[in-house]
């Protein structure tokens, strides 16, 4: 019996409207729809496309929650055995919903779920780590690659076979490591890629460092005497006792407190959450870590205008770069809101 | 401000200002309380100054 597929596209695929059509609610479909055709072709009956969910790229954009569980619950009497979403291309919105849906699916399901995407689909930093994404052109002029390369894929994992890396089988990568048995001792490899890049050979990796984004310096503070300055700390510093439970390690969480009327951190008032270091000094004056005490002495003078009256502090300790970016953008949210002109930020 | 300047580097923090050890950044037990806050005033103000400082690329402050 062939394997039960259930696919995922939007309202331009299923052919009923562009940019106009884009707030089309979900529906299913039995059968294919649209690309699911091509689909049909190249799963060579292995796998059939049982269900097609057609959904509106600005719907789902704007009732993302709401959308993916109405979709969870049309899947299910469908009993699929993988999902695919997409291939989305370079379409924003239509990538960030078939990582979404990938990621419900799977939760929900424990089935493979794969897409196809552009590397540049905001979708694919996203959700990469939930869904097999196969890398595609940037358009719809590379469906006839795309479905080949995401059908065979997904036939692999229904069968479950070994996937290989994604450079062999052609999706992005995942982030995830395997332990892999070599007849070179690891000294030996490490000393043939150095020699390698010495003589400016192309070598491979075998661990990818991560890439981190840049962002441009921001301008500086003209008016020192009027800014309001805000504190904000990966050094784990909150009121003593961590009220919000933020993890000494992996951190899920930051904190927001309210430093108005506090002068200095003492041992009595404050401590650190952080499992990564040792924590007696932090513990002892919470100052070293987030200098309170000096940026009051330093309002009272008028260096600065004013010290932001809430402190914001999280882990970094092994805290994944999701998660802190994810932080991050909160934060600058709160501050900019608040209205304050430059941060202090403080790490360990 | 932080220890492990290539750290921040990394990270890509655009002004960076260097300080004592992880446990204590902004401090140093080994030093009486008052020394202490003297020295942390030092680092804050070099981070004020680096606020106030135009840069175009990656910078650390070291002074």
Same mark, same amino acid.
């Given at each position: ?9 939007n309202?331009? /695929? ?16 039995t ?24 959904c ?5 954009a ?7 569980s109405a979709?969870i619950?049309?899947i ?5 055995d ?6 989305a291309?370079?379409?924003?919105r239509?990538?960030t ?9 799977? #939760? ?10 552009y ?14 994404i ?8 590379? !469906? ?6 995401m059908a065979?894929?997904v =036939? ?15 999706y ?5 490591? #395997?332990? !892999? ?7 030996e490899?490490?000393?043939? !890629?150095?020699?390698? *890049?010495?003589?400016?050979e192309?070598?491979?990796?075998e ?6 984004d ?16 805000? =504190?904000v ?11 919000d ?11 927001? /407190?309210d ?18 270091y040792?924590?007696? /000094?932090?513990?002892?004056d ?8 000096v940026?009051?002495d ?11 009256? *809430? ?33 202090? =930020?403080?790490s360990? | ?16 200002v260097?300080?004592? +050890?992880?446990p204590?950044p902004l401090?140093n037990?080994?030093?009486t309380p ?5 020295l942390?005033r030092s &680092?804050?103000?070099?981070? &004020?100054? +680096? &606020? ?12």
């Open positions: 019996m062939a394997f039960r597929i259930v696919h995922y596209i309202q331009f /695929y299923a052919g009923i409207g562009g940019e106009e059509k884009a707030d089309y609610k979900p529906e299913i479909r059968g294919v729809v649209g690309p699911g055709m091509a689909f049909k072709g190249a799963l060579k009956g292995e796998a059939e496309i049982v269900a097609t969910v057609i509106g790229d600005s719907y789902f704007s009732n993302m929650d709401e959308a993916a979709i619950d049309m299910r009497e469908y009993k699929p993988a999902f695919i979403a997409g291939p291309f370079n379409a924003g239509y990538g919903a078939c990582g979404a849906m990938c990621e419900a699916v799977s #939760k929900e399901f424990g089935i493979p779920v794969i897409s196809g995407m590397p540049e689909n905001p979708g694919v930093e996203m959700y990469r780590k939930h869904a097999w196969v890398e595609t052109p940037d358009s719809a002029a590379g !469906m006839r690659k795309a479905v080949p390369a065979k894929l =036939l692999k994992l229904l069968k479950g076979e070994a996937v290989g890396r994604p450079s062999d089988e052609g992005i990568e995942r982030g995830i490591r #395997k332990n !892999m048995f070599y007849e070179k001792l690891a000294a490899r490490c000393v043939d !890629m150095f020699v390698s *890049k010495l003589k400016g192309t070598f491979e990796t661990y990818k460092m991560p890439v981190f840049r962002v441009d310096p921001q301008p500086a503070v003209k008016d020192m005497k009027n800014a309001v300055i805000a =504190l700390t990966s050094g784990g510093i909150c009121p003593k006792g961590n009220p439970h933020i993890e000494a390690s992996s951190a899920s969480k930051f904190g927001e /407190y430093i108005t009327g506090v002068n200095d951190l003492t041992s009595e008032t404050y401590c650190t959450a952080h499992g990564g040792d924590a007696t /000094y932090a513990d002892q919470a100052d070293r870590v987030l200098p309170v005490d940026l009051r330093l309002e009272k003078e008028g260096v600065i205008g004013k010290l932001h009256n *809430k402190f914001y502090t999280t882990v970094g300790n092994g805290t994944s770069v999701a998660n802190a970016k994810r932080f991050g953008a909160e934060i600058v949210n709160r501050l900019v809101n608040d209205g304050v002109t430059a941060v202090i =930020l403080t360990t | 401000m932080c220890t492990i300047v290539p750290i921040s580097q990394t990270v890509g923090a655009n002004r960076i260097p300080t004592i +050890a992880i204590h401090g037990p080994s030093k008052e020394e202490e806050k003297i942390r &680092l804050v103000e070099r981070a &004020l100054k +680096a &606020l106030q400082t135009e840069i175009t690329e990656q910078t650390v402050f070291t002074e």
